[in-house]
């Protein structure tokens, strides 16, 4: 089985940790995963107006990208003790027009990044409402939880410590065994 995943980051920041932790996974990930990174930087907020017969470029391309795999794998940092605004404008694109979303009944799952102790616990948590809504099961155990990233990475953006690395392989195992269970 190979799976293609979209690798949604909510940073857009240059050097972000979220970045830098997505790019860990996709170098550990399970042969049966193929990560492919999905940006979101460039998408106009989401707006009915602009919803024609020919929406913004950028929207065309989001939506084509997240319809061409069969899960989806969300990093994230938080802001604010919720998600990034960038993030919630990318699940407002991709669920329109409505009964065509992209997201319908894709296999999730979830890593949030902090510099901080509390790992984007709430970022993790708040994402999951609205993935409830647009009907994507999203993997419950292990949750994951990434804090102090700072200590964690080199000055390339490189996971330096083997107990994150362990985890994440773990992380991604079980992704794979979620994907399985939840594809229709």
């Not at 940006?39 to 939506?63: H, K, Q, V």
């Not at 997240?66 to 604010?80: R, S």
């Not at 605004?85 to 329109?96: E, F, H, P, T």
């Amino acid at each position: 089985m190979s799976v293609r995943v979209a690798l949604i980051v909510g940073s857009l920041r240059n050097g972000s940790y979220s970045r830098a932790i997505g790019m860990a996974i996709k170098d550990l990930a399970a042969p049966e995963l193929e990560l492919i990174p999905v940006e979101i930087g460039d998408l106009p907020l989401y707006n009915p107006d602009l919803e024609t017969e020919t929406p913004p470029p950028a929207w065309a391309r989001f939506r084509e990208a997240v319809n061409g795999t069969q899960a989806v794998l969300f990093v994230t940092p938080e802001y604010n003790r919720s998600i990034p605004g960038a993030l919630k404008n990318a699940l407002d694109v991709g669920s329109r027009p409505y009964g065509h979303s992209v997201w319908q009944a894709k296999p999730a799952a979830i890593v949030s990044v902090s510099p901080g102790a509390l790992a984007a616990f709430g970022a993790n948590h708040h994402l999951r409402q609205p993935l409830v809504f647009l009907n994507m099961p999203v993997m419950q155990q292990p949750e994951a939880y990434v804090g102090n990233v700072a200590d964690l990475l080199d000055d390339q953006g490189k996971l330096t410590n083997e107990g994150t690395r362990k985890f994440l392989k773990t992380f991604t195992d079980a992704f794979v065994d979620w994907i399985e269970k939840t594809k229709g």
